[in-house]
């Protein structure tokens, strides 16, 4: 599969709700639990943070958005977080499996070093052991579980803690 991998655009709303909304209506992979209309996504891009990093993946053939990551700043209240971000990816179901992650966090990665954030932390549903693997395939190392950290359709979720250094300490 050829991709094109870029940040993203407001153009790119249509696309990430196609993707996020049918992974929060299934209930198994994200703590997000609401879906998203096309203006509410517009509105997100349009507001994400200036120091954020935000890409897509658009498949080469059919120009469908088929992934997307993104990293915010970790706290905006102090300072002291200034080199960290959080950051999310997710996967179009039919897209899973094909590198398509691989080439997000390459694009994410060099993105976020230029923005000046040189760790990167995630909390991962521990239940999604791909997500897992694709982020400890990248360098992310667990660094703690969060016990019952989540609480869906009643069911406690813990989530696993996992943080990459971007820059040699």
């Known amino acids: 599969m050829s991709l094109v991998v870029r940040q993203v655009t407001i153009d790119d709303a249509q696309g990430i709700t196609d993707i996020l ?3 929060i209506v299934e209930g198994l992979y994200t703590v997000l639990d609401t879906t998203f209309t096309v203006d509410e996504e517009k509105e997100f891009i349009k507001q994400f943070p200036e120091r954020g990093v935000f890409t897509v993946a658009i ?53 976020a070093k230029s923005k000046g954030y040189e760790k990167l932390f995630a909390y991962v549903r521990s239940d999604n052991e791909r997500a897992l693997g694709a982020y400890l395939n990248q360098g992310f190392e667990i660094v703690g579980t969060a ?22 300490q």
Do not use: M, W
């Open 59 to 111: 498949n080469s053939e059919s120009s469908r958005a088929i992934g997307f990551q993104n990293v915010e700043p970790f706290a905006t209240y102090t300072k002291a977080f200034d080199h960290v971000g959080i950051i999310g990816t997710f996967v179009d179901s039919d897209s899973r499996g094909q590198g398509v992650s691989k080439q997000l966090f390459q694009s994410t990665f060099e993105v």
């Open 147 to 168: 016990k019952k950290h989540a609480k869906i359709g009643g069911i406690y979720v813990d989530e696993v803690l996992i943080e990459k250094l971007l820059c040699a």
């Open 21 to 23: 909304n049918p992974i």
